[in-house]
């Protein structure tokens, strides 16, 4: 099992362009989630699928972010405009469905490293 | 909405030395609590969970204990090696939904040979 893969490892963008980061679950996970990481916030959620279904955007910001999910083998982070400020780790995580009531354990990749100068 | 306090920033050992970081949370209803650590440039691993009240989780010699009385799950471990040196995140996630993690702060612990 490879676990979750994150592409590109570090991507650099000037600012004003577009960024697109690549996640790919465990295999047999059906749940998706998007992370960004700092320093000053720390782990923060951006947004989830389950079965390839958006869930939950309550972290993404309303402007110039985007997520898809087009089928159960991958997940995209879309970024528009980039700004200096975006410049962060963007984690992917997945997991699995294990019945009862209780929260799911998440599998996170190494991460992006985004750069925007 | 829920929450998750990590006392400790940064904590600093010699090795063999006993390892307490304190973990305080809150929540409406009954999370499961879990701990990741994060080695440089990794992604956060699960290390382990616990889902109710007196669960004890371990992994690698690292325990916790869910304290619902104290909404507590103190990561302790006996004897700490170089190899431990991590940023170590408390989570919890909502009860009664499959549902995102939200995680402390971190604690940085650095141990000296």
């Known amino acids: 099992n490879a676990g979750v893969i994150q592409t590109p490892r570090h991507k650099v963008t000037g600012k004003g362009q577009e960024a697109t980061l690549w996640c790919e679950p465990i295999s047999g996970h059906s749940a998706v989630f998007w992370y960004r990481q700092t320093i000053v916030q720390g782990l923060e959620f951006l947004t989830y699928?389950?079965?390839?279904?958006?869930?939950?955007d309550s972290g993404m910001p309303k402007e110039r972010f985007s997520a898809q999910m087009p089928n159960q083998s991958h997940s995209t982070l879309k970024i528009q405009s980039t700004q200096p400020q975006d410049s962060a780790v963007y984690l992917c995580?997945?997991?699995?469905?294990?019945?009862?009531?209780?929260?799911?354990?998440?599998?996170f990749g190494s991460g992006t490293r985004l750069t925007v100068l | 909405g829920d929450s998750v306090t990590q006392t400790e920033g940064q904590v600093a050992l010699s090795e063999e030395d006993f390892l307490t970081i304190h973990c305080n949370y809150s929540?409406?209803?009954?999370?499961?609590l879990f701990w990741y650590v994060q080695y440089p440039g990794e992604g956060p691993q699960f290390l382990f969970r616990?889902?109710?009240?007196?669960e004890k989780g371990s992994s690698r010699g690292f325990e916790a204990t869910y304290d619902k009385g104290t909404t507590s799950f103190h990561l302790r471990k006996a004897s700490v090696q170089e190899s431990d040196s991590a940023v170590y995140y408390c989570?919890?996630?909502?009860?009664?939904?499959?549902?995102?993690?939200?995680f402390g702060a971190g604690t940085r612990l650095a141990v000296c040979p």
């Open positions: 989570a919890l996630g909502e009860s009664g939904s499959f549902n995102k993690l939200t």
């Open positions: 929540a409406s209803g009954y999370p499961a």
């Open positions: 699928f389950r079965n390839q279904a958006p869930i939950d």
């Open positions: 995580a997945s997991s699995s469905r294990t019945g009862g009531a209780r929260a799911e354990t998440l599998y």
């Open positions: 616990a889902s109710r009240d007196k």
